[in-house]
């Protein structure tokens, strides 16, 4: 993947989050329910379009998410 940096003015800028959920007591709520992983993907992209953000990746696991903007 290549990288692309943000160019403004002044500055040139690169900037990564790696946000993870979990939900309470780690329960595995994202287990045999891809209808759930759906509708959370569906929600992240939106978001990132909406703020104009890049969603790198995005891992579901059954007690966790990762996102990397």
Known sequence: MKTV?????H???LAT???VWIPCRRR???ANNEKL???C???FQSV???K????KAVEIASDHIHLLV
């Open 5 to 9: 940096y943000n160019h403004y003015n």
């Open 48 to 50: 990132a379009n909406e």
């Open 17 to 19: 989050v790696n946000l």
């Open 52 to 55: 104009k953000w890049i969603i």
């Open 37 to 39: 992983k759906l509708r």
């Open 41 to 43: 993907i569906e929600i």
């Open 11 to 13: 500055a040139v800028g």
């Open 28 to 30: 595995r709520v994202f």
